[in-house]
């Protein structure tokens, strides 16, 4: 390395009360805040302008969230984010207090709690990706199954959708490998969850439109996904930032305790962001 | 300050360099380079439309591959074989050198470039506040700009949507647009480094006595620039994350449904809006303007202090509007979509900050144009880069009111008229400007003075034939002949002014051949130019108390700023310039 | 700043007081949620009380309020961007599309 010495480096400017790292951080979580904004103005804009039956998905009875996402797993995964954020300044108070070892260990705590947090997200996303909303292009009714309806108000009078949600079972295919049709397990009736599992077989060419509840779903799944994706994608970084602190932190602790501690007082500080995204997250998009 | 670089090794002293001015001269070669290769892509398109359908001249035809960029055609007049330009292959040239000339050349040149090399050394400090991370935004830049070049080499060849990429379009564009959205993604991250770093290093690494009214200007346009980085590029790279889902995930933020496309509807959820693209595309892009241009009017601001030998009038106003332009830069995104319907009252609120944004430029050009008032001007060549900036940077600017005014943007809404006016701006302002700072600053960054001679040539020529390229723009787009024409000759209209398009061709041809004085120029002096000692331009700023070129650490003795950035000719004093640092 | 060791054990008891009201505020949204109250009341109790947890998140674990002024000018400046890339297009919506009142009422709940 250089023998260049940068001011700022470790005590506090004057005039902003911060060295350097921290004001790069707080500017750095501020171009954050843009992100996550555009991303947040894309989901208002797509559900304000949703046409009539659309949001969350096609067929669905109100607009929101919770009829087809997991509000206990989502509240869960608060509780983990919110706690891991205390944790995270627990980590720095007490390497501010000199106790090393319990900052490392707090560090630790925070690491496991993001690992929760991303373990509950896999079992979510899994769930909508084998789940399947198929609509039709008339009334469907076969093997005592019928469709759902939905009458859609539109600018150009009012449309009737016919739709079913499930699970498709199985693909049937020709010799040459096309698909024919679908296997398909309807979703039992709303009020009538205890009710046996039907099975039904529809032919493709009776279908407008097979989608999982993946981000191809519906615009809703779609802001889901990406919003809630690239949430994902920073408590990885999040955990990788952590980890490499777990690991080499023991060195520069020794060299240079106060420089350690503001490094950690950083990674807080994105991780605390990080919390505070997920905070506006979890009720617009699973309880509105 | 004693330094340890002399010890480096060669890859860590000039290829993953943490020096803040190794790393500046990276970003200006490379944007240079990416320059002239955007510049060859026009000059390509250029011939198409002076020449509609002839084989391309061979130096064109043999460096582009078919069939995707050139077809084999036999001319029919004289039966000679040669390559044509396609239609597909015209617009992925036309978005290719949007991008490259904005994203990959201008921005990294004038921020990459110049805010690296001078912001820290006019800050008095020893290097950016951050210098891994600044290496880290460069090898960001650049993996970023050559995965965006690798377009070229998928099926179907580089984005061909527009340097704006609006949907449905691009949505169901070829491969290459994949690619430009990937690299979009990278390069944006890298800016966004890069603006931290900025921020960061001018607000904190300021030396002692350096308060903010002390800086030079230079440092404060880039300071604002650095802001519109950090707060305007979020939202496309959300954008662009959204695109990319469109295109590979099947997801519809951008389709609105019942899309057909050759006679199939494509399977999508709907419900999305083309709208909220060009919303999250114009809040970057309209800042992204002023990112072009505010660090030019920096360099012209200190090579004009500089050359006419007396403060800058009106500095603190230059301040000020600096700072208004680019806050009100964030709320004028819109009128870029006057034609898109969305509405009367959204029309003229964005008339009305359009409006409102032009007074900033106007005090910033005025101030500039009176600081020469009663001047012993010395005409150097970065001085006669920067007096032609003046006057092209206000044609630039002024053409642009009437496409801020509703009524009058039904007219001109893109036609040749608005390349006319943003390349007014970008070319004969910015980089012009560019050309001022490298002239300016190469004796700081390689301790030799550039030729004066070959410069003057390269200023003439260049000034002449850069006005000739865009002059008949005006005239072209007021006829209505519209912008990302493959072929003008084929309307009426268009076919009655095709003189001017002929005429712009070969302006471009003479341009680049202007460029030849500035190559040989640039390599001659790095080696053989006449040597200098500090301040060779007797200029007052701090760059210029630091040896030429700087040491690792820049300065052998922490500078104490005592005046302010522009004291020339102060009365009672021994020379006509008293320098910031007190020695 | 809070960066002597005193200073910050007693810092301690208010980290885990914010930890409290956090878990409680979450309970609460849950609770509201579920009461399913019309969607504009549902809107703003969701909203305003995200913005509390996010107030304390910002003004305790992240020591906001320590922060001198100028963090809270940038910061400030970046939000109400935010608003204005948030709310501005909604009008494009509202002025392109006579159906946007009709929509409106279509997030009540039927």
């Known amino acids: 390395m250089s023998a260049t010495v940068i001011p700022y480096d470790v005590k506090p400017h004057p005039l902003t009360g911060m060295y350097n790292g921290k004001f790069g951080i707080w500017l750095f979580l501020a171009s954050e805040i843009m992100l996550f904004g555009a991303l947040f103005s894309t989901y208002v804009l797509l559900r304000v302008g949703a046409p009539d039956g659309t949001w969350p998905i096609i067929g669905a009875e109100t607009t929101r969230g919770d009829q087809i996402l997991n509000v206990g797993l989502a509240a869960l995964n608060t509780a983990f984010l919110i706690t891991s954020s205390v944790t995270m300044v627990l980590a720095w108070a007490n390497l501010k207090m000199g106790d090393f070892k319990k900052g490392q260990t707090m560090l630790l705590v925070t690491v496991a709690l993001a690992g929760a947090f991303l373990v509950v997200k896999y079992f979510e996303y899994s769930s909508k990706l084998h789940h399947y909303a198929v609509t039709f292009d008339e009334h469907f009714e076969r093997d005592g199954v019928e469709s759902r309806t939905f009458k859609a108000s539109t600018d150009n009078g009012d449309r009737t959708i016919h739709y079913l949600w499930g699970h498709v079972e199985e693909t049937k295919k020709d010799s040459e490998g096309t698909i024919l049709g679908y296997v398909f397990a309807p979703d039992p009736e709303p009020g009538h969850e205890g009710a046996e599992h039907k099975k039904v077989e529809i032919q493709k060419s009776e279908i407008a439109r097979l989608t999982t509840w993946g981000p191809e779903g519906s615009s809703f799944l779609g802001c889901y996904f990406v919003i809630t994706g690239l949430h994902g994608l920073h408590i990885v970084g999040g955990i990788v930032v952590m980890l490499w602190f777990v690991l080499t932190g023991s060195k520069m602790w020794k060299s240079q305790p106060d420089k350690y501690a503001n490094r950690i007082e950083c990674t807080g500080l994105y991780w605390h962001f990080v919390d505070l995204v997920w905070i506006f997250l979890f009720p617009v998009l699973y309880l509105l | ?583 | ?110």
């Open chain 2, 1 to 583: 300050m004693s330094d340890t670089s002399h010890e480096l090794p060669f890859w860590k002293k000039y290829i993953f360099s943490v020096d803040h001015k190794v790393i500046g001269i990276q970003y200006t070669i490379t944007a240079l380079l990416f320059l002239a290769f955007g510049f060859f892509l026009m000059l390509v398109m250029r011939y198409q439309l002076a020449y509609p359908n002839q084989p391309l001249p061979g130096v064109f035809a043999s460096v582009l591959g078919e069939p995707v960029i050139g077809e084999v055609v036999v001319n029919e007049a004289t039966g000679e074989k040669g390559k044509v330009l396609t239609g597909d292959g015209y617009n992925a040239f036309g978005a290719m050198h949007g991008t490259i000339m904005v994203f990959l050349a201008i921005v990294p040149l004038a921020v990459g470039g110049f805010g690296n090399f001078v912001l820290p050394l006019q800050c008095g400090a020893p290097d950016m506040a951050f210098p891994r991370l600044n290496m880290a935004s460069y090898w960001m830049y650049l993996p970023g700009g050559i995965l965006m070049l690798f377009g070229f080499f998928v099926k179907g060849g580089a984005a061909n949507s527009g340097w704006t990429s609006y949907p449905p379009l691009s949505t169901i564009a070829t491969t290459g647009q994949t690619i430009w959205l990937l690299g979009m993604v990278v390069l944006i991250t890298s800016s966004l480094l890069g603006s931290v770093n900025f921020i960061v290093t001018v607000v904190q690494l300021r030396v002692k006595g350096l308060s903010f009214f002390r800086l030079p200007f230079f440092v404060w346009a880039q300071l604002v620039t650095a802001f519109l980085l950090l707060l305007a590029f979020p939202p496309l790279e959300a954008a662009g994350i959204l695109q990319l889902m469109d295109r590979v995930a099947d997801t519809s933020f951008f389709d609105p449904g019942g899309l057909i496309i050759s006679g199939v509807e494509r399977n999508t959820a709907g419900g999305g809006s083309p709208l909220l693209w060009q919303h999250l595309f114009w809040f970057l892009a309209h800042p992204e303007v002023y990112v072009l241009i505010l660090p030019g009017l920096g360099i012209i601001a200190e090579v004009i202090a500089n050359n006419t030998r007396k403060p800058l009038w009106g500095y603190k106003s230059l301040v000020y509007s600096a700072i208004f332009l680019g806050f009100m830069s964030f709320i004028v995104w819109a009128h870029h979509m006057f034609m898109t319907g969305m509405g009367t009252t959204l029309s003229t609120f964005f008339q009305a900050t359009t409006m409102i944004i032009s007074v900033p430029s106007v005090i910033i050009l005025t101030c500039l144009i009176i600081s020469l008032w009663g001047a012993k001007i010395r005409f150097t060549t970065p001085m006669l880069f920067a007096l032609s900036f003046l006057p092209m940077f206000a044609i630039g600017g002024l053409t642009g009111l009437p496409l801020g005014l509703t009524a009058a943007d039904i007219h001109l809404h893109d036609t040749y008229y608005v390349i006319g006016h943003f390349h007014y701006v970008v070319a004969p302002g910015t980089i012009f400007a560019m050309f001022a700072g490298v002239y300016y600053w190469f004796p700081k960054a390689s301790g030799r003075r550039m030729n004066e001679w070959l410069g003057r040539i390269h200023w003439f020529f260049s000034f002449i034939f850069i006005n000739a390229i865009f002059m008949p723009f005006f005239f072209m787009g007021m006829a209505g002949v519209l912008r990302r024409q493959f072929d003008q000759t084929e309307t009426l209209h268009g076919a009655a002014v095709q003189g001017l398009s002929v005429m712009a061709t070969w302006a471009a041809i003479g341009l680049a051949v202007a460029q030849l004085p500035f190559v040989i120029n640039f390599f001659w002096s790095m080696f053989a130019g006449e040597r200098v000692g500090q301040n060779p331009w007797n200029a007052t700023t701090l760059e210029w108390s630091a040896p030429s070129p700087p040491p690792h650490g820049n300065f052998d003795t922490v500078p104490v700023v005592a005046r302010g950035p522009y004291e020339y000719s102060v009365p009672g004093e021994k020379d006509d310039f008293s320098m910031q640092a007190t020695a």
């Open chain 3, 1 to 110: 700043m809070g960066s002597s060791a005193e200073e910050i054990r007693g810092h301690l008891k208010k980290y885990y007081m914010v930890f409290g009201a956090l878990l409680v505020l979450t309970g609460i949204t849950v609770a509201v949620a579920e009461m399913h109250v019309s969607i504009g009341m549902a809107v703003v109790i969701a909203l305003f009380v995200a913005s509390i947890k996010g107030s304390l998140v910002a003004c305790y674990f992240m020591h906001l309020m320590e922060e001198k002024s100028m963090l809270i000018w940038i910061l400030a400046m970046c939000v109400l961007f935010f608003l204005v890339l948030l709310l501005v297009p909604m009008f494009t919506i509202h002025e392109q599309d006579v159906g946007f009142m009709q929509r409106m009422n279509g997030l009540s709940p039927r």
